[in-house]
């Protein structure tokens, strides 16, 4: 029998400049959201359950691949442990 | 791929049309060659390959200062120490012919030789090493480190990385020894940006219009070349005129990503059929016309070659490989660019392109790349046959961990419809030492199956084989052999690969068995076949088993020449070193720490070891033994340790048997006795059950894997029982178990192990005061030991040794005139290698106490060291290895510390320094 515990944390993860929605499916289905603040350059905020540290950092890479600069990153909930059972 | 790519990554990469000249970065490159190194790190995009090729065109047009460039680019699969290692001496000798990589290890000794090769070049020798960021192994970073704190004066390092490296860097800073090339460097100025833009779209831009573009790429050079491309594009809609300033109006008012508005507006303005193959062959790693052409069967041919040197020409993304300019990549920035656009217009073409790859590269016979293309398709069935298509020839390769990697990613089902597939991945599951029970599975999986791609009784055939081979391992010897006789019984004559595994298994049953001679001729015969079907991983385990059984019958020369041949085989053409390798490494490390040659005995088993790690962890195992011997020779007791500690967590990991469980427990036992830790080798050997045997009482009836794991074992733990003994004075103790272990070894013909009993038997006959006998055994010892030029084994009787040599001068030991002077030449060689052993009655000889004065003259802090390493019994060699010098300076150490303490020899030294307390 197991148990396995999925622990996907919510990050929130602030970039610099505007990326639209297509680029959902480049960063594993995280939400896009751009926010426009008046005079400065608008920022983008990606957000979203990720799988654990290794794949937030895939992301960070793949942002920092694109050369976007990176403002805040930001971990909206802990674990969420959900319980699969069976054997 | 391994040649064009090989070279490509030692070359300088061309210098690109319409450069910016950047004079200003140049004079501070050339500012910083008297430092010790220039780091340029800014994100992608932002020129520094090119800046550093400028850099190196305007060193060699100058010819002044006189400087050589070895340049290197790195790639993800650098990360691997053995070939970062081989690629920085191949960068190096091409910046000057003269260097003889002389290992290809990341050891210190080696860089060390590195750098005393470069220091004594008599020009500057600059190294480049573009794209750092793409290393993450803590290895190379400590190497890198390393070479930094030793540079020679006339080596310059410099760093081409988009992010900080793992470096001292503040130090490097605070002491002046960095120069920095950042982001805000490299960025283009206005006047840079204004000569670029009209340099290549050779528009009238307003100064104005300059200033827009710079601020809004804020001069990244990679922003401002898509500009430029976008702007020198056909006009969007027909009968527009090109107007840059609309266009640079509509780009700084949008807020959008740079790159993605710009590629955006580059793709559009591409004629139809270009923006189509750029989408399409996004998908690739490397390309070339006919791949491309493959991708997209509907262009006319042959339009993929055409359309590769145009975008070659404008500029446009792609970057040649090689010289001929038949492969391409894309530049890093624009793949992904390209590959998300792929995935937003058209998601439903991915799968269709990697699968179209996927063929051909299967028709190219580019099996591995065929495979990926075939996973990344999720086309799981074709994955599944191209792996079950490739998975022996990988194996013959002992490519084991690629097999996994990629068993792994293909669904259960498809490895179970495939016996062929479950079979191999049986096997793997074995190699890697995953437990028993994962194998068993397997094999359950397979029971009854026939595989109808093969002859009836082939499954059969083989899951007995791997059954054998499964309780090889756990020493069931008989069962073994019988399933190996069955396995013979139905694998069909045509599988020469399997049989010729079931004889390599038999043999190996055979020498565990002691049944010396049946296992020789099933070696050499085993060798024979595996020549003849190209078998690498037979015809290298049998070489080395055959080494094996020439080291335990003491013939060490020969069995360095067997290793030799078994490395040679174990070495493709390209002169790469197979994983398998390791296994002739490792016995080559050992026999080197047998002769005492104990740097080369050290990197051969690292080597050895790191080999092996890409193969099977289990088979990096046996190095830690002999590993953990040099090093404690050495004087490296952490080291010691730390290999130790190694064994033990793969043995933890490895669950398929006990006895190397047992074994690291052994050579924990062994280390304890080393370190006077005589409580802890107690409680092993009470464990063990190893004193019971002393007293007469019956032994507790064990389970059978046990009773089998004893038997084999024992023999090498009485040994260890018998240093135990010895080190807790119990002389008469340890005699007996010797006497008994020499009938065994005796019967088993294991010169070996004669040799170590009657050293261990001269030491315990000194101990109780018998000298005679002492020399006696220490003589027999040295009789069997002379062919092959043991020398370790002797470390611990050093002391006799000189006493036995007088009487066997003094014609007082029974010996002919032959055997006479080859051990008077022998004993010499060894008093050679050990001269710190005292002459006999020289105590009673010693000249007076002289006064306890410190001496007038003091010991420099590196004398104390050296004497401090004399006190502990080293040789001059090994204090050399020791300290990272030459013997010749160890020598010199000496004298000058002999000088000062008014004494002769090493033995004086080390007492009249501890009287002093100077140690």
């Known amino acids: 029998?197991?148990?396995?515990?999925?622990?996907?944390?919510?990050?929130?993860?602030?970039?610099?400049?505007?990326?639209?929605?297509?680029?959902?499916?480049?960063?594993?289905?995280?939400?896009?959201?751009?926010?426009?603040?008046?005079?400065?350059?608008?920022?983008?905020?990606?957000?979203?359950?990720?799988?654990?540290?290794?794949?937030?950092?895939?992301?960070?890479?793949?942002?920092?691949?694109l050369n976007l600069t990176l403002i805040a990153v930001h971990r909206v909930t802990a674990d969420e442990k959900e319980e699969s059972y069976h054997g | 791929m391994a040649a064009p790519i090989l070279a490509t990554k030692l070359q300088i990469p061309p210098l690109r049309r319409n450069l910016v000249a950047r004079p200003r970065l140049i004079d501070g490159l050339d500012r910083g060659l008297h430092r010790k190194l220039t780091l340029i790190a800014a994100p992608a995009g932002f020129g520094k390959t090119t800046l550093l090729?400028?850099?190196?065109?305007?060193?060699?047009?100058?010819?002044?200062?006189?400087?050589?460039?070895?340049?290197?680019?790195?790639?993800?699969?650098?990360?691997?120490?053995?070939?970062?290692?081989?690629?920085?001496?191949?960068?190096?000798?091409?910046?000057?012919?003269?260097?003889?990589?002389?290992?290809?290890?990341?050891?210190q000794a080696h860089l060390i030789r590195l750098i005393n090769h470069v220091a004594a070049l008599p020009r500057t020798l600059l190294l480049i090493l573009d794209d750092y960021h793409l290393i993450t192994l803590q290895e190379i970073h400590d190497a890198l480190a390393f070479v930094v704190d030793h540079q020679p004066g006339n080596l310059h390092l410099a760093l081409a990385t988009r992010a900080d490296p793992?470096?001292?860097?503040?130090?490097?800073?605070?002491?002046?020894?960095?120069?920095?090339?950042?982001?805000?460097?490299?960025?283009?100025?206005?006047?840079?940006?204004?000569?670029?833009?009209?340099?290549?779209t050779r528009l009238d831009l307003s100064p104005q219009d300059v200033a827009a573009l710079e601020a809004r790429t804020e001069g990244w050079i990679a922003g401002l070349q898509m500009a430029s491309l976008a702007m020198q594009a056909a006009p969007a809609l027909p009968g527009e005129e090109q107007d840059p300033t609309a266009f640079i109006r509509a780009f700084t008012g949008s807020h959008r990503f740079v790159l993605d508005y710009l590629t955006e507006e580059v793709l559009q303005r591409q004629p139809e059929e270009v923006q189509h193959f750029l989408l399409c062959t996004s998908i690739l790693d490397r390309m070339c016309a006919p791949l491309c052409d493959a991708l997209s069967p509907n262009l006319p041919l042959p339009h993929s070659s055409t359309l590769l040197a145009h975008l070659d020409h404008a500029n446009l993304f792609v970057i040649p490989l090689d010289q001929e300019r038949r492969w391409y990549r894309y530049h890093r920035l624009f793949a992904d660019l390209l590959r998300r656009r792929l995935l937003q217009t058209a998601p439903e073409m991915a799968p269709v392109l990697h699968r179209r790859a996927s063929l051909w590269y299967e028709q190219a016979g580019l099996t591995i790349d065929a495979i990926e293309h075939a996973l990344a398709a999720s086309d799981f069935d074709r994955a599944a046959d191209l792996v079950a298509a490739t998975a022996e020839a990988t194996f013959m390769r002992s490519e084991v961990v690629t097999f996994l990697h990629w068993i792994e990613r293909l669904p259960d089902r498809e490895v179970r419809a495939r016996p062929t597939l479950s079979f191999f991945h049986a096997w793997a599951l074995l190699m890697s030492g995953r437990s028993a029970d994962d194998v068993e599975r397997r094999l359950q999986d397979l029971a009854g199956i026939e595989d109808p791609s093969q002859p009836p009784g082939t499954m059969a055939g083989r899951v007995a084989a791997l059954r054998a081979y499964l309780l090889v391992f756990q020493l069931d010897l008989q069962q073994a052999v019988e399933l190996c006789r069955q396995a013979l019984e139905h694998l069909p004559e045509s599988d020469q690969f399997l049989r010729s595994v079931v004889a390599w298994i038999l043999s190996l049953a055979h020498l565990a068995n002691g049944s010396l001679q049946d296992g020789k001729e099933s070696l050499d015969d085993l060798v024979r076949k595996g020549q003849q079907v190209g078998n690498r991983l037979i015809t290298v385990t049998a070489l080395c088993q055959k080494a094996r059984l020439q080291t335990r019958q003491g013939r060490l020369p020969q069995a360095h020449e067997t290793y030799q041949q078994a490395l040679q085989a174990a070495t493709d053409s390209a002169g790469r070193r197979l994983p398998i390798a390791s296994e002739a490494l490792?016995?080559?490390?050992?026999?080197?720490?047998?002769?005492?040659?104990?740097d080369t005995a050290a990197d051969h088993l690292m080597e050895g070891i790191r080999l092996a790690n890409q193969w099977s962890e289990m088979a990096s195992f046996d190095a830690y033994t002999p590993l953990a011997r040099v090093r404690l020779a050495l004087g490296d007791v952490q080291g010691a340790r730390d290999a130790i500690e190694a064994a033990r967590q793969i043995a933890h990991r490895s669950q398929a048997t006990r006895v190397d469980d047992l074994v690291v427990e052994l050579q924990q036992a062994y280390f304890c006795i080393a370190q006077g830790d005589l409580a802890g080798a107690m409680s092993w050997a009470q464990r063990r059950g190893l004193l019971a045997g002393l007293a007469p009482e019956p032994q507790p009836r064990l389970d059978a894997e046990q009773d089998l794991a004893d038997a084999h074992l024992r023999?090498?733990?009485?040994?260890?029982?018998?240093?135990?003994?010895?080190?807790?004075?119990?002389?008469?103790?340890?005699?007996?178990?010797?006497?008994?272990?020499?009938?065994?070894?005796?019967?088993?013909?294991?010169?070996?192990?004669?040799?170590?009993?009657?050293?261990?038997?001269?030491?315990?006959?000194?101990?109780?005061?018998?000298?005679?006998?002492?020399?006696?055994?220490?003589?027999?010892a040295l009789l069997l030991a002379e062919p092959g030029g043991h020398i370790r084994?002797?470390?611990?009787?050093?002391?006799?040794?000189?006493?036995?040599?007088?009487?066997?001068?003094?014609?007082?030991?029974?010996?002919?005139?032959?055997?006479?002077?080859?051990?008077?030449?022998y004993a010499d060689r060894l008093l050679a290698t050990f001269p710190d052993a005292p002459p006999p009655g020289a105590a009673s000889e010693q000249s007076p106490i002289p006064d306890l004065q410190p001496p007038a003259d003091p010991l420099s802090n590196r004398e104390i060291e050296v004497l401090r390493l004399l006190a502990t019994g080293m040789s001059n060699p090994e204090i050399a290895a020791h300290l990272f010098i030459e013997v010749s300076t160890v020598r010199s150490h000496c004298k000058s510390i002999y000088a000062k303490l008014d004494v002769h020899n090493r033995w004086d030294a080390a007492h009249r320094a501890h009287e002093l307390g100077l140690i």
């Not at chain 1, 990326?19 to 289905?29: I, N, V």
């Not at chain 2, 006189?66 to 081989?86: I, T």
């Not at chain 2, 793992?166 to 490299?186: F, N, V």
């Not at chain 2, 490792?586 to 104990?598: K, R, S, T, Y």
Request: hydrophobic share 45%.
């Open chain 1, 1 to 65: 029998m197991s148990t396995v515990n999925r622990q996907r944390a919510i990050y929130e993860i602030q970039v610099q400049g505007e990326l639209d929605r297509g680029w959902k499916q480049w960063f594993d289905e995280l939400a896009v959201v751009t926010t426009y603040t008046g005079e400065r350059q608008p920022t983008t905020t990606l957000l979203g359950p990720v799988a654990d540290q290794a794949a937030l950092r895939g992301i960070l890479c793949k942002l920092w691949d």
């Open chain 2, 793 to 825: 084994t002797f470390h611990e009787a050093r002391h006799l040794i000189y006493d036995l040599r007088l009487t066997i001068d003094d014609g007082k030991r029974e010996l002919d005139t032959g055997e006479r002077a080859r051990l008077l030449c």
């Open chain 2, 166 to 200: 793992p470096l001292p860097l503040p130090r490097l800073r605070a002491r002046g020894h960095l120069t920095e090339l950042r982001q805000s460097d490299l960025r283009f100025t206005i006047e840079e940006a204004a000569a670029f833009l009209h340099q290549v």
């Open chain 2, 53 to 107: 090729c400028e850099w190196v065109q305007s060193l060699k047009a100058r010819n002044a200062p006189a400087v050589d460039v070895a340049w290197l680019s790195l790639d993800e699969g650098d990360n691997d120490p053995a070939r970062f290692a081989a690629y920085l001496a191949a960068a190096i000798q091409a910046g000057d012919e003269a260097f003889e990589p002389a290992g290809t290890l990341l050891q």
């Open chain 2, 586 to 598: 490792i016995g080559l490390g050992d026999l080197a720490c047998e002769w005492n040659h104990l």
């Open chain 2, 715 to 780: 023999k090498y733990e009485q040994l260890v029982l018998t240093r135990l003994l010895l080190a807790r004075g119990q002389a008469a103790q340890a005699l007996d178990v010797l006497d008994s272990l020499l009938a065994q070894a005796r019967r088993l013909e294991r010169v070996d192990l004669l040799i170590e009993i009657h050293v261990l038997a001269a030491l315990a006959h000194e101990s109780a005061g018998r000298h005679d006998r002492a020399l006696d055994a220490l003589k027999e």
